[in-house]
């Protein structure tokens, strides 16, 4: 348990010199977009994305990069990331080796809320994929937010692309440097009701198109009698519980 | 001719569906049991001699009339459940019985004879205190009701009321008790703590207060007996009245201590003290034994004692209901209806023959499974000796040949029952069925219910007949209990027992304990359970076995340690092994957190992933999963074009569901999340605005089932969504979590429901080729079985060639409700809170179990009976006709012989 607690203590405070690190990081973004913010309608804001790969797998994150998130009635979300160093890459494929797993959170955020200060809310949202597939695909990850109806960040998500690991071995260090991210963002459906208007449309149709040609429905018995003659006898000779014809008339 | 063949299709759609069972099958492959609920009160019907009614009202809210002979129902009626259809008060007056509902809220008046209501009133507002009936000169006409603030006063025979009164004082006087006896005076008793007791005396006739009196508290009266009561224990004084319309009996009893009484006798204003009764020590516990005691001199009568056997795996005693009586020859005789904790009625006769019991608790089951019965001792020594290792030849041959000796055996055993049995009159041969003959049937119908109930006592039920076969009561229980039973050891590993284990968790604390059991004979494991000092967050199921085949329980505990159950080494070093592929989830709902966890190998946990959803938006109403013993027979649905859309079957996904804090109607939604268990992966997000709960869910296969109440529309509405992962198949061989990069395709539908529903459950079957139903219980009591084809998300709403194709039915907004779809027929089930379904040996059947206050158990055929010949099936005319056949080809072969040959001679 003390373990644990020293742990959860010394994540804390990395977690605290990291987030002092973002909010520079945060800070510098928002210096250099506000321009931008003057023209669009919606000022975009920033959070840190945070991963970690250790051998242990004891979770160390560091920053990744910074997701500028825009809030509106289309969420939209972009990603300024950098590149691995020397050092890391070397760790990524050593925790590969092991078939460790490289996480990455982002914080809670309220999407919504005008003041910096009310979109941050404690906690993160964490996801993982396993390291080795993050090496045979050459860092090309896919990685989804998604929020809420209100606008509060529920969940993260990380695939990689290929997600298989087959064991194949990334000789060139070149293709472990930059970051091939596919990033969206993602609100929920609206799930469909009942689509009763179609069908009544459709069934005033048909009531229609009965209306203007009565030759066709009287037709049909005058048509098929026989068919239905034929069937009714053949029902009755082959099973005498089975009710008459008189049922099937009904259904049409 | 478009229309003619959507018709056709329509029809045939719609014959194809059409079940129902034939007059001549009813009660063949089902039968239900009906329960009433804890008793609370009770009286036997004495008004005609040879009456043998005994009326009960329960907790459940229901009040029935019992057969004291047979313990049967007479009729029984259901009201609401929660506080609005509470019974305050049963009065019985000839062939009346008043009823206080709600309390204090309705007034009825019920015919005890076949169960008819007489009349019914609303009564004014207020809580209720007690009721009396009132009678002038042994005329029983009245029926007085005190409530917190006034008295009223009612006709028996039609319910208006005569009169009604403000009680006086009403703010500072508790008035608790309402007494007559008979003299034109209704008394209204009520205390004032501390201080003294008011009585209030009305006139019958037209309500005015005669006189008032009020009691200073003397403690001198109390002690002058020199009684002492138990340390904090409140006394409790009982007395009768078996006439309304005269005095009670002088003689009244005070109960001192919890098990303690002193009988008293009340005689020109002094007290007597007649008898005590202290609690008797019973060396054993197998045996109670009842005396019946004279009141009015509080000796014993002789030759009323009565010694009955406790169930050893019930409760103890808690309430007796005496029925006493006069025999011809003038003495006493009584018998008695002993009530337990474990809810069970017992009603003995003397001298302590058991009539009949009543399992009440099974009005109340929580959760239950389906446990395959054993072999039968030949089968298994045959299975067995697969089971051994080979050692040898030689005795391999000798244990083949023992075994197929058995056999024989066995054989000519039955082979000299069935003689025997033939010999006996039909009606005396009776196979019922006791633990000891119970085997598997061919098909793998039949099998144990382990039903475990609210109370704490767990039962085994015959699901063909609903025989109880074993009962255990768990003393104990903490009555905010939750359980949750699994199966560990199926019947499959003989010599091993099978192994039910019982989680019993308190909901406050958060501690467990567990319960292991040998589902089919309900004795408890020689396997010790470990001790759990710690509150458990989870418990989760492994597809691994011990060396006993025993599956491994995972608990874990509140520091997010794991441990296992049983925790043998050979589990642990499974788990070692394997403890990298081990993953699990907790749910927080009150911080709506989601979280994902793995096992490490020194089986402490690390937290790989999170999902938060805000608690202040929307709370988490409903988690599932999918059954682990779900099998999906195709991968795919064969499209119009005969291309293949393939089905996205993620074992591990999680259907989360929401509802919104805010209720106003036009803001309210639910929210059904699909997440995948391992990765934390949100794989579909949806919202149903203008919706509210509750939700029922059903998850399977690659579809989700929901239904919520629209606000908008007010009414109930059917949801479906499947998930396809497309034309093509990512990766055919193995699902994995980690990786399967593409999200799948998420359709979806709603439909419009005309009913409210109490609960959703889906069939299930053996190798899941037949189609599968929803089972909807109706508030109703009726059992729905509705195709899930009807529930199809590509239901297209114009007819195209290929929809055609596929046999897909044109998208209607309303699904109906057909008659013919009940499987309960007219066997309502009351109150139906959960619907079981179990697999059978046959791939169309499967087993229904319903329960709530009712029990139900049926076999369902989703597809039909195809594998199966029909009952009425004519063997005698396909059997004549084959050897007609044969017959006429060897006749014919003859024939042509002999021509070929005559030919040749030619």
């Not at chain 2, 004979?521 to 085949?549: N, R, T, W």
């Not at chain 2, 794991?562 to 081990?582: D, H, R």
């Not at chain 2, 059954?627 to 999906?632: A, D, G, K, L």
Request: charged share 20%; hydrophobic share 40%.
């Amino acid at each position: 348990v003390k373990m644990a607690r020293l742990l959860q203590f010394k994540i804390a405070v990395v977690s605290t010199v990291l987030f002092v690190v973002c909010t520079n990081l945060v800070c510098c973004n928002n210096g250099r977009r506000v321009g931008d913010a003057m023209d669009t309608e919606f000022s975009g804001f920033s959070v840190p994305l945070e991963h970690s790969f250790e051998v242990d797998d004891v979770a160390k994150f560091k920053v990744r990069g910074a997701l500028v998130l825009k809030a509106g009635r289309e969420h939209s979300v972009s990603l300024t990331q950098n590149q691995l160093s020397e050092e890391d890459r070397a760790k990524l494929k050593e925790v590969a080796a092991v078939d460790g797993l490289y996480r990455i959170r982002v914080p809670r955020v309220f999407l919504q809320a005008d003041r910096q200060t009310e979109r941050q809310m404690d906690g993160y949202l964490t996801a993982f994929v396993r390291a080795c597939a993050m090496v045979e695909s050459h860092l090309s990850d896919v990685i989804a937010l998604y929020s809420d109806v209100s606008g509060y960040l529920i969940g993260v998500s990380i695939v990689t692309l290929p997600g298989a690991c087959r064991g194949t071995e990334v000789e060139d260090e070149v293709d472990l440097e930059v970051f091939n991210t596919t990033l969206s963002i993602m609100a929920p459906v609206n799930a469909p009701g009942p689509e009763t208007a179609l069908f009544l449309e459709r069934m005033e149709q048909e009531t229609e198109k009965k209306g203007k040609n009565p030759q066709e429905q009287k037709s049909f018995f005058a048509k098929y009698w026989y068919l239905i003659l034929g069937g009714a006898i053949f029902l009755m000779a082959t099973n005498s519980a089975q009710p008459p014809a008189g049922g099937e008339g009904e259904q049409s | 001719m478009a229309k003619l063949i959507l018709l056709c299709l329509k029809f045939i759609i719609l014959s194809s569906a059409v079940e129902a069972v034939f007059e001549d099958q009813v009660g063949k492959f089902d039968w239900r049991q009906e329960y009433v609920g804890k008793v609370r009160f009770s009286h036997f019907d004495t008004h005609v001699q040879s009456s043998k009614k005994v009326l009960l009202a329960t907790e459940n809210n229901v009040f029935a009339a019992l057969n004291t002979r047979t313990g049967e129902l007479f009729w029984r009626h259901v009201d609401k459940t929660g506080p609005e259809g509470n019974i305050d008060a049963l009065l019985q007056h000839g062939q009346d019985v008043v009823l206080v509902v709600g309390n204090g809220r309705l007034l009825r008046s019920w015919e005890i004879n076949v169960g008819g209501l007489n009349w019914e009133i609303v009564l004014d507002s207020g809580s209720f205190q007690s009721a009396c009936l009132v009678g002038q000169q042994d005329n029983v006409k009245h029926v007085a009701v005190l409530k917190k603030t006034v008295i009223s006063f009612h006709y028996l025979s039609n319910g208006h009321q005569k009169w009604i009164e403000n009680l006086p004082e009403s703010e500072t006087v508790d008035y608790q008790s309402v007494y007559s006896d008979g003299n034109g005076e209704v008394y209204a008793l009520g205390i004032v703590p501390h201080s003294h007791i008011a009585i209030v005396a009305y006139s019958v006739e037209d309500g005015e207060i005669i006189k008032q009196v009020t009691m200073i508290h003397s403690s001198s009266i109390k002690y002058s007996l020199g009684l002492e009561v138990a340390p904090g224990f409140h006394p409790v004084l009982v007395s009768t009245q078996p006439n309304p319309g005269r005095q009670p009996l002088s003689e009244f009893f005070l109960q001192l201590g919890p098990d303690y009484y002193q009988l008293l006798q009340l005689n020109n204003g002094q007290i007597v003290t007649l008898r005590d009764f202290k609690p008797y020590l019973f060396s054993s516990l197998q045996a109670s034994s009842l005396n019946l005691f004279s009141a009015e001199t509080g000796r014993r009568l002789l030759d009323t004692t009565l010694i009955f056997n406790m169930d050893p795996y019930g409760g103890k005693p808690e309430k007796l209901h005496v029925q006493a009586f006069l025999k011809k020859d003038d003495s006493v005789g009584y018998r008695v209806m002993v009530q337990t904790e474990d809810h069970t009625l017992t009603f003995i006769q003397q001298p302590g023959r058991v009539m009949w019991t009543r399992e009440e608790a099974l009005s109340d089951v929580v959760t239950m499974e389906m446990v395959d019965l054993p072999l039968t001792g030949t089968q298994a020594e045959l299975e067995g000796e697969f089971g051994k290792k080979a050692d040898g030849l030689m005795s391999m041959v000798l244990k083949r040949l023992s075994s197929q000796l058995i056999l024989l055996q066995a054989w000519i055993a039955h082979l000299w029952k069935l003689f025997y049995d033939a010999r006996k009159p039909r009606s005396q041969v009776k196979n019922e069925v006791t633990i000891e003959n119970l085997s598997r049937d061919e098909f793998n119908l039949q099998k144990m219910m382990v039903m475990v109930t609210a109370s704490g006592k767990l039962f085994g039920i015959d699901s063909k007949t609903g025989s109880i076969l074993w009962r255990h009561y768990l003393d104990n229980i903490p009555s905010n209990a939750a359980f949750k039973l699994m199966v560990q050891r199926t019947t499959a590993h003989f010599p091993h027992p099978p192994q039910c284990t019982l989680l019993i968790k308190d909901k406050d604390t958060g501690l467990a304990t567990l319960h292991v059991f040998n589902p089919i004979f309900g004795k408890k494991s020689h396997v010790s359970p470990p001790a759990l000092p710690q509150p458990i967050l989870q418990s989760l199921m492994l597809p691994l076995m011990d060396q006993d085949y025993a599956k491994v329980l995972l608990l874990v505990d509140d520091q997010y340690k794991v441990s296992a159950f049983p925790s043998t080494k050979n589990v642990l070093q499974q788990l070692q092994e394997m403890a990298s592929s081990i993953f699990f989830y907790l749910v927080d709902s009150t911080q709506g957190r989601l979280s994902g966890y793995r096992l490490r190998t020194d089986l402490s946990t690390e937290l790989i992933w999170e999902v938060v959803i805000p608690a202040e938006v929307q709370k988490i109403v409903s988690v599932k999963g999918k059954r682990p013993n779900e099998h999906v027979h195709s991968q795919g649905r064969v499209m119009g074009d005969r291309s293949v859309l393939y089905k996205y079957l993620n074992p591990n996904l999680l259907a989360v569901v929401t509802e919104s804090t805010d209720l106003h109607q036009e803001r309210s939604f639910v929210g059904i999340l699909l997440i995948d268990g391992v990765t934390g992966r949100i794989i579909h997000e949806a919202v149903q605005r203008k919706a509210r709960g509750p939700v029922h869910v059903v998850h399977s296969e690659n579809w989700v089932v929901y239904e919520y109440w629209s606000t908008k529309s007010r009414r109930n509405e059917f949801s479906v969504i499947e998930l396809y992962e497309g034309m093509e198949l990512y990766n055919s061989t193995v699902f994995s979590s980690l990786d399967r990069p593409h999200a799948p395709q998420v359709l979806q539908q709603s439909y419009i429901f005309p009913s409210y529903i109490s609960t959703l459950e889906a069939t299930l079957t053996e190798k899941g080729i037949t189609s599968r139903h929803l089972l909807i219980g109706l508030p109703s009591g009726g059992i729905l079985s509705l195709p899930k084809m009807f529930l199809d998300p590509r239901r297209p709403e114009i007819v195209s060639e290929q929809s055609r194709e596929e046999n897909l039915i044109p998208y209607a907004p309303e699904l109906l409700i057909r008659t013919e779809w009940f499987i309960n027929y007219n066997q309502t089930v009351s109150r139906v809170r959960g619907i079981y379904t179990a697999p059978s040996g046959l791939e169309s059947t499967c087993l229904v179990v319903a329960y709530g206050l009712d029990i139900y158990q049926t076999r369902v055929y989703p597809s039909k009976q195809f594998d199966v010949l029909k009952d009425d099936y004519d063997y005698m005319l396909i059997s004549s006709v084959l050897f007609a056949l044969f017959f006429a080809t060897m006749i014919s072969k003859r024939l042509a012989e002999v021509k070929l040959l005559n030919r040749a001679w030619r």
